[in-house]
């Protein structure tokens, strides 16, 4: 499975963003696909989870404000970020793995490029 996130860029506090990550392959839909962040100087942290059955999960720092959704058709998994603040500034990655959701980034197995994602004061 490869993975590819785009969608990523500098915006102001209170704005928004849409992260796209497509996968290759096939079987998209019994893949759990997780979104992590990893701001300087910390950990990589969980974000969002979105399992081959619509069941979704989040990070109390961003629940409200973010919403992970997924296309199967397009092999694509999406996270809207609305309302996002300067602590939301992170490389930002999607990461997947076969079967159920995990909030721990080392139980996935594949990870995309990252995508940098700047929120302005």
């Known amino acids: 499975v490869q993975l590819q996130a785009s969608g990523g860029g500098l915006v102001q506090a209170g704005g928004s963003l849409r992260l796209s990550c497509a996968a290759s392959?096939?079987?998209?839909?019994?893949?759990?696909m997780g979104w992590f962040r990893q701001a300087p100087g910390k950990e990589r942290e969980f974000v969002a989870v979105?399992?081959?059955?619509?069941?979704?999960h989040y990070a109390d720092s961003v629940k409200g404000r973010f919403t992970v959704s997924r296309d199967n058709a397009k092999n694509t998994v999406y996270l809207q970020m609305n309302s996002l603040k300067p602590e939301d500034t992170a490389v930002y990655y999607c990461?997947?793995?076969?079967?159920?959701?995990?909030?721990?980034?080392?139980?996935?197995?594949?990870w995309g490029q990252g995508t940098q994602v700047t929120v302005s004061s």
């Open positions: 990461a997947a793995r076969w079967g159920s959701t995990w909030l721990n980034y080392e139980r996935y197995d594949y």
């Open positions: 979105s399992s081959g059955s619509d069941y979704t």
């Open positions: 392959g096939r079987a998209f839909s019994s893949l759990a």
